[in-house]
Nanobody, 125 residues
Framework: VQLQAFGGGLVQAGGYLRLSCAAS????????MGWFRQAPGKEREFVGA????????YYADPVKGRFTISRDNAKNTVYLQMNSLKPEDTAVYYC???????????????????WGQGTQVTVSS
């Protein structure tokens, strides 16, 4: 599976962005999809994830209520809608795919099998 994330950019605090992650291959629906981010000098951190069916979503506490993950299996694409952005959301955002055989969704980077190249999100104050 090859992943390509795009949609990042520069936005003012309080604004919004929608990231997309397009996947290659015909088995997209076999993967849970996650979003992670990494700020300069910090470790990569979990943002949120969605189960293979789209029926379950999980979010890290800092983004709960502001970010929403969705997926369209027919288009092999997962989305990250980010609202009410804060300067501390500034980071490179990565999408990742986790091969699953249930509705399980991981929150740790090592659980994911494939990674996109990342897209920069910068939130100005």
């Amino acid at each position: 599976v090859q992943l390509q994330a795009f949609g990042g950019g520069l936005v003012q605090a309080g604004g919004y962005l929608r990231l997309s992650c397009a996947a290659s291959g015909r088995t997209f629906s076999s993967y849970a999809m996650g979003w992670f981010r990494q700020a300069p000098g910090k470790e990569r951190e979990f943002v949120g994830a969605i189960s293979w069916s789209g029926g379950s979503t999980y979010y890290a506490d800092p983004v709960k209520g502001r970010f929403t993950i969705s997926r369209d299996n027919a288009k092999n694409t997962v989305y990250l809608q980010m609202n009410s952005l804060k300067p501390e959301d500034t980071a490179v955002y990565y999408c990742a795919a986790e091969r699953v055989y249930s509705d399980y969704v991981g929150s740790r980077p090592y659980e994911y099998d494939y990674w996109g190249q990342g897209t920069q999100v910068t939130v100005s104050s």
